[in-house]
C-alpha cells in the first residue's frame, strides 16, 4: 500500500526558506518518479520538482529552479524540498506524490499524479 506523509510546512517570511519532508512506504525510488507538486487556493495543482525513478535524477519547474532543491535519503524511505528565496507567489499547500513527468528543454512537468500525501501548508507573508 503506497502511502507519503509530508511534513514541514509553516509561515515564512519573503526571502525566507522552508524544509519539507514526506516519509513514503508501500514503494522504492526505483518504482516510482517521486515529486513534489503544489496547489493554492483557486488554481490548477503545479508540479515543482521530481526525482526520476529511472536515473534518481531531480528536476525542478521552470518556478522552482535555482530556489529549490529536492533530495532523497532512500535508507530512510524520504525525500526532501529545500525551498529558499521564498516568494508570496510560493504560498501553497504542497503535496508529496507519485506520478509521471516529462522534459520541455530543461524544465520539468510532471502530471498523471496516482498517490498523495495529506499536503503540508507553505505560507510566505510579503
Known amino acids: 500500500q503506497v502511502q507519503l506523509v509530508e511534513s514541514g510546512g509553516g509561515l515564512v517570511q519573503a526571502g525566507g526558506s522552508l524544509r519539507l519532508s514526506c516519509a513514503f512506504s508501500g514503494f522504492t525510488l526505483d518504482d516510482y518518479t517521486v515529486g513534489w507538486f503544489r496547489q493554492a487556493p483557486g488554481q490548477e495543482r503545479e508540479g515543482v520538482s521530481c526525482i526520476s525513478r529511472v536515473n534518481g535524477m531531480t528536476y525542478y519547474s521552470d518556478s522552482a529552479k535555482g530556489r529549490f532543491t529536492m533530495s532523497s535519503d532512500a535508507a530512510k524511505n524520504t525525500v526532501y524540498l529545500q525551498m529558499n528565496s521564498l516568494k508570496p507567489e510560493d504560498t501553497a499547500v504542497y503535496y508529496c506524490?507519485?506520478?509521471?513527468?516529462?522534459?520541455?528543454?530543461?524544465?520539468?512537468?510532471?502530471?498523471?499524479?496516482?498517490?498523495w500525501g495529506q499536503g503540508t501548508q507553505v505560507t510566505v507573508s510579503s
Open positions: 506524490a507519485t506520478g509521471k513527468f516529462r522534459m520541455e528543454g530543461d524544465v520539468a512537468h510532471m502530471y498523471d499524479f496516482t498517490s
